[in-house]
């Protein structure tokens, strides 16, 4: 079986096994908090970064990242110390189900085929750990898959 991706005008074809299928469970997911001249200030809000707080039956795009360690902009100011500069760039895949991030690798791979060399899954300490800034404008009206490295919130754990 296969999973279809549209990419603007190109369709991805996701060749995965139904077996490669992660299992369910809850992924951990972040939200958009302010832009300001380029910059976003994401974050966790609500979300659970020791158990995933987003079952991974559900399509949200993947945050991504380039980290090329661009300097905080002199005109930006973050709203709390939870926003953390990134020293990098973030980017949205298209909506994803969270049963195809089957690992962080796969995740990987789908940030730098539709983005490019260079470019990953974010992952919570990214910044700080709960909050980052980074140059970008992604979309406001949706959650977004984050990866955690050291918890089991992601929908690739059992």
């Given at each position: 079986?296969d999973?279809?991706i549209?990419?603007?005008?190109q369709?991805?074809?996701?060749a995965?096994?139904?077996a490669a299928?992660?299992t369910?469970?809850k992924g951990?997911?972040?939200?958009?908090?302010r832009?300001?001249?380029?910059?976003?200030?994401?974050?966790?809000?609500?979300?659970?970064?020791?158990?995933?707080?987003?079952?991974?039956t559900?399509?949200?795009?993947?945050?991504c990242?380039q980290?090329?360690g661009?300097?905080?902009?002199?005109?930006y100011t973050?709203?709390?110390?939870?926003y953390e500069w990134?020293a990098?760039?973030l980017?949205t895949?298209?909506?994803?189900?969270?049963t195809?991030l089957?690992?962080?690798a796969?995740?990987n791979q789908m940030?730098?085929?539709?983005?490019?060399?260079?470019?990953?899954?974010?992952?919570f300490?990214?910044?700080?750990g709960?909050?980052?800034s980074?140059?970008?404008n992604?979309?406001?009206?949706?959650?977004?898959?984050?990866?955690?490295?050291d918890?089991?919130?992601?929908?690739?754990?059992p």
């Amino acid at each position: 079986m296969d999973r279809r991706i549209l990419l603007g005008t190109q369709l991805l074809l996701l060749a995965v096994a139904p077996a490669a299928w992660a299992t369910g469970g809850k992924g951990m997911t972040w939200a958009k908090g302010r832009h300001v001249t380029g910059v976003d200030e994401l974050g966790c809000g609500s979300c659970n970064a020791y158990v995933g707080d987003t079952a991974c039956t559900a399509a949200l795009p993947i945050l991504c990242i380039q980290k090329d360690g661009a300097p905080r902009p002199s005109y930006y100011t973050p709203s709390s110390s939870s926003y953390e500069w990134a020293a990098g760039n973030l980017a949205t895949t298209l909506p994803v189900t969270g049963t195809l991030l089957t690992s962080l690798a796969a995740a990987n791979q789908m940030c730098t085929t539709f983005f490019g060399a260079g470019w990953r899954m974010a992952e919570f300490h990214d910044g700080w750990g709960w909050g980052m800034s980074a140059f970008g404008n992604v979309r406001s009206d949706t959650r977004f898959w984050v990866h955690i490295n050291d918890q089991p919130a992601n929908c690739w754990n059992p």
